[in-house]
């Protein structure tokens, strides 16, 4: 599913409140923007797969790849492997914008050099996910579910 960059995001009555825009959402007949990324932002970027949003039933999987691969996608960082493609993440950033992410992005960052937009980088390398105020802000967000952010079910073996 694709979806510009910075474009208005809206899914549901909760994104219809707030600023929230789309980032990485690609696919193959639309270009984006290359280059390259700190590892401090992905080191911050990664820790936000544990606060997954909007999970879906069914998963998708990169149409960027040539080779298409059977099941859950997989995105692997420093020895960790976490189950993607079924669900989104939320970045915040001081001025009170959203930015809705798909999972699969941590692939396009590092397997296809996706480049998102600076204003998503410096907001990601600037909130501290592994806070309990982001925890709850994404409880908030998610009405109040936890089913997924008691334990970690994006983690693969879970």
């Known amino acids: 599913m694709y979806y510009k960059d910075l474009s208005k995001y809206c899914y549901g009555h909760r994104d219809q409140k707030e ?9 193959h007949n639309h270009s984006y923007k290359k280059g390259k990324v700190r590892e401090q932002f992905l080191d911050k970027l ?9 999970i879906y039933r069914g998963f998708h999987n990169c149409q ?3 080779k298409q691969e059977q ?13 993607a493609g079924f669900y989104e ?11 809705a992410a798909p999972s699969l992005i941590f692939h396009y960052i590092t397997c296809h050099n996706y480049l998102p937009p600076q204003e ?7 909130e501290n996910v592994s806070c309990q105020e982001y ?11 936890d089913f997924w952010l008691r334990e970690d079910r994006t983690l693969a073996g879970r």
């Open 135 to 145: 925890y709850e802000r994404i409880l908030k967000y998610s009405d109040g579910d």
């Open 120 to 126: 998503f980088v410096d907001a990601v390398e600037s």
């Open 19 to 27: 600023n929230s825009y789309n980032v990485g959402w690609l696919d």
């Open 71 to 83: 099941g859950i996608p997989l995105i692997v960082y420093k020895g960790e492997t976490r189950k």
């Open 46 to 54: 990664w820790g936000y797969f544990s606060y997954p949003v909007h």
């Open 64 to 66: 960027l790849c040539e």
């Open 89 to 99: 993440i939320r970045v915040f950033d001081s001025e009170g914008n959203s930015y």
